[in-house]
């Protein structure tokens, strides 16, 4: 069947290249070097209106074999009846309907997913569930995101006999950027947690790939998640 083809949703930004300062669709590059990395080909997803095209997120997934959310910014807080916290800034309407959609028609198709950082949170949304919008209030330290473009080490220990734990293994220490997480998530199991009890990981039940990290695989040796992923959608376990 070749290698599989792997989704990516994109950012929609302000941006500088060449000649050239205008609104782009754009994704690190790390996210598709990943993929090809381990036998996927990447395909770009950047929002589309669904209320100007209906249907367009089933339609695209009818024609994927796996979907990767990705990171970026905040979700909206009113995707799940919050108030905004004085540091939830930045958060795009477009992305977030368009992955919402997307993660709809991936559950009704049975694609296997990966969520990324914001992914995981959009999952959790997605499912009826609710984030915790500034984790340094609770843990007291910035080491989930240090600032800036710099990633913070985090160690995490996964839950014997997940499908991440068997992955990853046990332990591990993974780069994250993130001052958000998961405080509710119906239908989804916890699977790997941060020393401070701040959920890294959670997956749903069942023989699907559909796994959710806080951390950013693509930017580390942890190409695992990555492969079992590809791996799902060649048809494997």
Do not use: N
């Not at 009846?81 to 368009?98: K, L």
Request: with cysteine.
């Amino acid at each position: 069947m070749g290698a599989p083809v792997v989704g990516l949703t994109t950012y929609r930004e302000q941006a500088a290249w060449g000649v050239w300062t205008e609104r782009a669709d754009l994704l690190h590059t790390a996210y598709a070097d990943a993929v090809v990395a381990v036998g996927g080909l990447p395909l770009l997803l950047p929002p589309v209106d669904t209320g100007d095209v209906p249907g367009a997120a089933d339609v695209l997934v009818a024609r994927l074999d796996a979907l990767v959310v990705t990171g970026g910014a905040d979700v909206d807080p009113g995707r799940y009846d919050a108030t905004p916290h004085g540091r939830t800034a930045g958060w795009r309407p477009d992305r977030d309907a368009w992955e919402l959609a997307l993660l709809a028609a991936a559950d009704d198709a049975g694609l296997p997913v990966l969520g990324v950082c914001r992914g995981m949170q959009v999952m959790a949304v997605a499912a009826g569930g609710r984030l915790e919008q500034h984790v340094p209030d609770r843990v007291g330290h910035e080491q989930h995101s240090p600032g800036g473009d710099a990633f913070g080490d985090v160690d995490v220990a996964t839950r014997p006999g997940s499908r991440v734990a068997g992955l990853l293994g046990e332990r591990l220490t993974v780069r994250c950027h993130h001052h958000q997480a998961v405080a509710t998530h119906p239908g989804w199991d916890v699977v790997a947690e941060a020393a401070d009890g701040t959920p890294e990981a959670m997956e749903r039940p069942g023989d699907r790939f559909c796994v959710a990290v806080q951390w950013h695989p693509e930017t580390a040796a942890d190409v695992g998640l990555l492969a079992g992923l590809v791996r799902a959608a060649a048809g494997g376990a």
